[in-house]
C-alpha cells in the first residue's frame, strides 16, 4: 500500500473511533434522560420545553421517543464499530476474507434498521401532525431516498467482496 492509502485509513480509523465514542455517550445520555424523566422528584426538577406532568399520554410519547433514540444511536454505533472492524482488516492487508464480508453484512442489516426507524419516525410525524390538527403532509423523504442509495452503494460493494472471496479460495485451492 502507498502512503497516500495508509493515511486515509488511518484517518478514516480514528473517524470511526470517535464516531463510537460519540454515539455510545449519545445511548448514555439519552438512558440519564429517561431515567430522570421515570423519577418523579426528578423529573418535577426539570425544565422541558414539552409539559411532562405524569399522565400517561406524556409518559408515553416521552418515553417512546427516548427508546426511539436510543435503538438510533445503538444502530449508528454497531455501524461505526463495524466500519473500525472492516477498515483494520484493510490496514492489515485483509481484502477479501469472511471478516469483512461478516462486517459488510452487519452494515446492510443495520442501514436496513435505519430505514425502517427512519419509515417509524415520519409515520410518528404525521400521527402528532394530525393528533395536532394540522392535516396537510410535509414530510420530507430526502434522507430515506438517501439512505437507500446508500444501501444500494453498500450492497454493491458486499456483492464485488463475496464475489472476490470466491474468487480468492478457488485460487488458493487450485495449487
Known amino acids: 500500500m502507498n502512503k497516500g492509502i495508509k493515511?486515509?485509513?488511518?484517518?478514516?480509523?480514528?473517524?470511526?473511533?470517535?464516531?463510537?465514542g460519540v454515539f455510545a455517550f449519545a445511548a448514555a445520555m439519552f438512558l440519564f434522560v429517561g431515567v430522570v424523566i421515570a423519577i418523579p422528584p426528578l423529573r418535577d426538577q426539570v425544565t422541558t420545553?414539552?409539559?411532562?406532568?405524569?399522565?400517561?399520554?406524556?409518559?408515553?410519547?416521552?418515553?417512546?421517543?427516548?427508546?426511539?433514540?436510543?435503538?438510533?444511536?445503538?444502530?449508528?454505533?454497531?455501524?461505526?464499530?463495524?466500519?473500525?472492524?472492516?477498515?483494520?482488516?484493510?490496514?492489515?492487508?485483509?481484502?477479501?476474507?469472511?471478516?469483512?464480508?461478516?462486517?459488510?453484512?452487519?452494515?446492510?442489516?443495520?442501514?436496513w434498521e435505519l430505514i425502517s426507524?427512519?419509515?417509524i419516525f415520519i409515520?410518528?410525524?404525521?400521527?402528532?401532525?394530525?393528533y395536532a390538527g394540522e392535516y396537510t403532509f410535509n414530510s420530507d423523504f430526502t434522507s430515506l431516498l438517501i439512505m437507500f442509495v446508500?444501501?444500494?452503494?453498500?450492497?454493491?460493494?458486499?456483492t464485488l467482496i463475496k464475489k472476490g472471496v470466491v474468487l480468492k479460495e478457488d485460487n488458493d485451492s487450485f495449487i
Request: proline share 1%; no cysteine; hydrophobic share 55%.
Open 150 to 158: 446508500f444501501l444500494a452503494i453498500f450492497y454493491t460493494t458486499y
Open 49 to 111: 420545553n414539552m409539559p411532562i406532568d405524569g399522565s400517561l399520554n406524556n409518559m408515553t410519547l416521552a418515553f417512546g421517543a427516548l427508546i426511539l433514540e436510543i435503538i438510533l444511536a445503538l444502530i449508528l454505533f454497531s455501524i461505526a464499530n463495524s466500519l473500525k472492524n472492516l477498515i483494520n482488516n484493510m490496514q492489515q492487508g485483509h481484502f477479501f476474507t469472511a471478516n469483512n464480508l461478516r462486517y459488510l453484512k452487519q452494515i446492510l442489516n443495520n442501514m
Open 7 to 20: 493515511f486515509s485509513l488511518k484517518f478514516l480509523s480514528l473517524l470511526s473511533v470517535i464516531a463510537k
Open 123 to 130: 409515520v410518528g410525524a404525521l400521527g402528532f401532525d394530525f
Open 117 to 119: 426507524l427512519q419509515g
